[in-house]
């Protein structure tokens, strides 16, 4: 353990940013789950007035302190509505790095992140072994849906969820493709970034991204190797993890010759534009400056679509009109301010009639390991959400976050809906003749 004058000290340098925060309460009227507990310890006041009290010696808990933080689902709703613009996320996680840096890395997460998450190829090969147990151990829940539920042996370790089980093998392995060359052959060069969910539990979504962009002649470059985005070991508080991967991602990036690196991942989004820049201190300089780098090249693929290139119908038969309504990734829209985006590209396809659902913009209680770690309650989160979807009577929910279409789809295939839970990418693709048959370019 450190010495506790060096958690102090570290903690001294948020003193700033935490004296920003009036106390108002705009935070605790958009927290979803405050809305579900009641209790201003959840709430981004609460938390902030126990890091305050922890820096000033008022608290000598650090673990206690640490438990509370932990208990969020940086889903950024509290920083979109502050009125003082205090950079509460970045509070969030720049603290939960310095308390875990002083109380140590629990071996279980230290077996996940630095043996498994910092090496792709290893988690590549364990999700393929996964994928084969499951089958061994886990029921059918929904067809429609692609979602499985567990069995005698995997209930005590995973509850009643349904989940979409991940793949034999990762998409990348057969969708990797390289540049054109010369350069000048095809248009706007993209690196695809599929993030670790599109990856290994939603090939589709990375199928229709690719063949959407190859129709709107972008030249795409698809990784023979996808490392995480960084962000489940940063929100544990594990700064080595999250400075290895940034590391691996631009060692992947920085030769290349791109003009955007584009990812269908709210999350990914969020992290590479706004957390590697912030985050990333103390990379060294030369690493900083190549975050930052990637960083201002980093779209959603909803924004690159209706900002950047454009969309249009295609140009055969638009498959059968279907009702959809959209919820908003809290990523997406509170972090990063894409909303219309979406929508726009959602009409293009002329195959979507858009009902809008109550509350699109609340979260649906996924929040990464929050799901994880706070299961019933995350659920419980999400059952306003499911309401808000089943209330449009639409046959599709749409969204442009993978996390968001898992928790989807464990609420509607427990839930015995029909409904299904695609990506704004899937729903366009469809519109484009015969785009949903062609297989992605190796």
């Known amino acids: 353990m450190a010495d506790i004058r060096e958690l102090l000290r570290l903690l001294k340098e948020l003193e700033q940013d935490l004296a920003h925060c009036t106390r108002c309460g705009m935070c605790q009227s958009v927290c979803p789950l405050y809305r579900e ?34 208990r969020c689902l940086l889903c950024g709703s509290c920083s979109a509505a502050c009125p003082a613009g205090v950079p509460i996320m970045d509070i969030f996680l720049k603290t939960r790095v310095i308390i875990t840096g002083y109380l140590g ?12 998450l910092s090496n792709p190829e290893r988690f590549d090969r364990l999700i393929g072994w996964m994928a084969r147990l499951q089958a061994l151990f886990a029921g059918k829940a929904s067809r429609n849906l692609g979602t499985s539920c567990a069995g005698i042996i995997m209930s005590p370790l995973i509850g009643d969820r349904h989940f979409v089980p991940p793949g034999k093998r ?51 470059f698809v990784p023979s190797a996808v490392p995480c985005c960084g962000i489940p070991a940063l929100a544990a508080g594990d700064a080595a993890t999250f400075e290895s991967l ?21 999350t990914c989004t969020f992290t590479l534009r706004k957390v590697w820049p912030a985050m990333s201190r103390q990379l060294g300089e030369d690493i900083r400056q190549k975050a930052i780098s990637v960083s201002e090249k980093t779209l959603d693929i909803n924004e690159f679509l209706a900002d950047i290139i454009g969309v249009r119908p295609g140009r055969g038969r638009a498959s059968k009109m279907k009702t959809v309504t959209w919820h908003d990734p809290c990523h997406l829209k ?33 929040g990464g390991s929050f799901n994880l ?17 089943i209330e449009t009577g639409a046959e599709v929910v749409a969204t442009g976050c993978p996390a968001c279409m ?7 295939s427990r ?28």
């Open 37 to 70: 507990t009641g209790r201003e310890t959840d709430v981004a006041r609460g938390k902030i007035v126990l890091v305050e009290n922890l820096e000033k010696e008022i608290l000598d808990d650090p673990a206690a302190v640490k438990q509370r933080l932990d």
């Open 105 to 116: 890395l629990s071996y279980a997460k230290k077996a996940i992140f630095r043996g498994l």
């Open 170 to 220: 990762p998409w990348h392995r057969d969708a990797s493709r390289s540049f054109s060359e010369p350069r000048a052959s095809r248009g706007t060069r993209v690196i695809f970034y599929p993030g670790c969910l599109v990856d290994k539990n939603f090939p589709g979504v990375g199928d229709a991204a690719v063949k959407v962009l190859d129709f709107h002649g972008a030249d795409v």
């Open 246 to 266: 940034v590391r691996q991602n631009v060692n992947i990036f920085e030769p290349l010759d791109y003009d955007f690196i584009v990812t269908p991942c709210a």
């Open 334 to 366: 509170k972090s990063l301010g894409i909303e219309k985006q979406p929508r726009t590209v959602l009409a293009a396809g002329e195959n979507a009639r858009l009902v809008e659902m109550r509350e699109s913009d609340s979260c649906c209680g996924m």
């Open 373 to 389: 770690e706070h299961y019933e309650v995350s659920k419980n989160i999400g059952q306003r959400k499911l309401d808000s979807i």
């Open 406 to 412: 898992l928790q989807i789809a464990d609420l509607v």
């Open 415 to 442: 839930s015995g809906h029909s409904i299904n839970v695609k990506h704004s990418i899937q729903i366009y693709a469809e519109a484009l003749h015969g785009i949903d048959t062609v297989p992605a370019k190796n």
